[in-house]
């Protein structure tokens, strides 16, 4: 697992959305290799969403071959409200940009079978691919999408019952009214998105700085559904300054050294073309410590352990 670690959220916004151009370029989609994202909503992806416009209206970005899955829905909302991730998905990206429309795949919290639209959407998941690059966020109590805690690590798509803690956090778009925000949900499974080729979560704030640290500090637990990522092959967590506080010194330290290698190796605007070998500058450069990093500390590592970071 990878922790990319920035001063505040509009440089963590930027940093993802570099990230996720660079990682379509690299890929070069066309109508029969589509690329293939899974997409979150909520605040976290607002300023990485306003970023891909930006790619998109100066000619840096198409998504004309991207096709995109979104984590979550809630149940019963009329699609055209505008707290629907629907509307939301709407309104913060794909109208903005030139994807087809039929490439779009949001769950229904309105279908008939609840039950029916979830194996549907799996399903549909599976005959494109699978997921290349899923992108995430997190709420302050560590769920990913809305596998709120205690729910399963295998789990796949399917109807969820939402936690009070979310459905009060969730009442900032309901007029501060909890009795307005939904109680259920359809949401993609923590298997789901395990199953992504590629993870990458969005954590910002002072207020998701425990689960921060439950995610990268602790074991895998079901009571804080994100830090199953621990498990993923190639996972990267984006988050600011505020979200480390509750990290150790240590912990913060050690992410910071390994971006600093791959830095020199790459350079910064290699950002999301690790792993291609033929980007580094000189055969000599070639790393001992790949940067699919793992968290083992390695001796080239070490040796960037106690250098001073600029902020
Ligand atoms: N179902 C969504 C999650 O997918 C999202 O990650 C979370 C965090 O939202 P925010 O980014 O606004 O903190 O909110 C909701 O619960």
Known sequence: MRLIIRSDYDEVSEYIATYVKNRILEYNPTRE???????????????????LVKFYRNNELSFKHVITFNMDEYVGLPRDHPESYHSFMWHHLFKHIDIAPDNVNILDGNAENLSEECVRFERKIKSVGGIELFIGGIGPDGHIAFNEPGSSLTSRTRVKTLAYDTILANSRFFDNDINKVPRMALTVGVGTVMEAREVAIIITGAHKAIA???????????????SAIQLHPKALIVCDEDATLELHVKTVKYFKSIEHVINNLIGAENVGLQGNVKK???????????PEVTPEVTPICEAFYNLPFKR
């Open 33 to 51: 290799r589509p690329f293939v994202l899974g997409l979150p909503t909520g605040s976290s992806p607002v300023g990485l969403y306003k970023c």
């Open 280 to 290: 580094y500058p000189t055969p000599e450069a070639t790393p001992e410590v790949t």
């Open 212 to 226: 921060l640290s439950k995610c990268i500090e602790e074991g895998v637990n079901h009571m804080w559904t994100v």
